[in-house]
């Protein structure tokens, strides 16, 4: 398992952007961004494969932008465009296992990284 650090989260208003970033201890095939907000289910933002696929919730599409540092072994998920019901805690994981095109049964978290979209 790699450990994972994530910074950047803040609180703007809506419209606004946040740029998070995750530092990992190592290589992992796959490495995403979930989020969860009080009183809702877990949710995978987006994603960032080995082979260099990139997934998106539906809700994020066109907004958000997951990226990649190899050399570093950061992620970032540059956040534009911010709506208030993207208010949540953000967490950086890890897995090894994709299939059918996404990334499965992460096993690796950071603390999270607290994220608050005013009106």
């Known amino acids: 398992q790699v450990q994972l650090l994530e910074s950047g989260g803040g609180s703007v208003q809506a419209g606004g952007s946040l740029r998070l970033s995750c530092a990992a201890s190592?290589?992992?095939?796959?490495l995403a961004w979930l989020r969860r907000a009080p009183g809702k289910e877990r949710e995978e933002v987006a994603a960032?494969?080995?082979?260099?696929?990139?997934i998106y919730a539906d809700s994020v599409k066109g907004r958000f932008t997951i990226s990649k540092d190899n050399a570093k072994n950061t992620l970032y998920l540059q956040m534009n465009n911010l709506k208030p019901d993207d208010t949540a805690m953000y967490y950086c994981a890890a897995t090894t296992i994709f299939t059918y095109g996404y990334c499965r049964n992460y096993n690796s978290w950071g603390q999270g990284t607290q994220v608050t979209v005013s009106s």
């Open positions: 960032s494969a080995g082979d260099g696929r990139t």
């Open positions: 190592g290589y992992t095939y796959c």
